[in-house]
């Protein structure tokens, strides 16, 4: 997927955040983020924007605290929410092939348009069952978006940043995602950690869906009786049990 299309999933994902929130209580409990109101909610896409595009163009500075955003008044915050994707947007176009800092090394400037475009679709679902609004992801990004969400998973670094993610270690466990657009990914659970590769044969477990919806489960947006599941069912649910992003 090239950057034009990041560019186009961030700013079609950000107006559809800004959107679900529109005229919404800023005090809303948001049911899959049990800890946040909808304004904190707000605060993060916006701060994590700005916070990505400082990254790229100055370095590391520590992570911020949700709480500590401030999105403004409700009728202020679709504008504030765009102005957070072209932040980022202008700085990952300016620093082109030139690499930055991540959490896994120095990588090209895309990985923070990347990894900001999926969190943002991910939490525009959460707006959207919020308020009760519409939500739709392209099949394409929500591919990536699993894609991506496994490379992290399977980097050796990320139980460093989150130890819970050491459970997800095994003996050759398998674990098929199987999508409706073509072929899936195929996960083994190593001793030393995730591995993934395109699906090209059978495992124990499999979670087969439409590729939206695989998306919505794998991230706990969704039950997971919107997708099937077959085979080794303890196998999946320990999966989805401990990958909680």
Do not use: Y
Request: negative net charge; charged residues 20%.
């Amino acid at each position: 997927m090239d950057v034009a299309r990041f560019v186009e999933g961030l700013h079609e994902h950000t107006a559809g955040f800004a959107k679900a929130v529109a005229d919404a209580d800023p005090n809303r409990p948001v049911p899959t983020c049990p800890a946040w109101p909808l304004r904190v909610l707000v605060g993060h896409i916006g701060q994590a924007h700005r916070w990505a595009a400082d990254i790229v163009r100055s370095g590391p500075t520590s992570v911020p605290d949700p709480f500590d955003a401030d999105p403004g008044d409700p009728g202020e915050w679709s504008d504030w929410l765009h102005e957070g994707a072209a932040d980022l947007t202008e700085a990952v176009l300016a620093a082109g092939g030139s690499p930055v800092w991540t959490f896994f090394g120095p990588r090209s400037a895309t990985f923070w348009l990347r990894r900001m475009l999926h969190d943002t679709i991910v939490h525009h679902a959460d707006a959207a069952g919020t308020t009760g609004t519409a939500f739709e992801v392209a099949p394409d990004l929500a591919a990536d978006a699993i894609t991506e969400w496994l490379e992290v998973l399977s980097d050796p670094v990320t139980p460093t940043l989150k130890p819970a993610f050491a459970e997800l270690r095994g003996t050759g466990q398998t674990l098929q995602i199987r999508p409706d657009t073509g072929l899936g990914w195929l996960i083994t659970r190593t001793p030393d950690g995730v591995r993934w590769a395109t699906a090209t044969r059978a495992a124990a477990a499999t979670v087969a869906g439409p590729v939206g919806k695989l998306l919505l489960v794998l991230t706990r947006r969704l039950p997971a009786d919107h997708v099937t599941i077959t085979g080794d069912r303890a196998l999946a649910d320990h999966w989805l049990a401990h990958t909680a992003a």
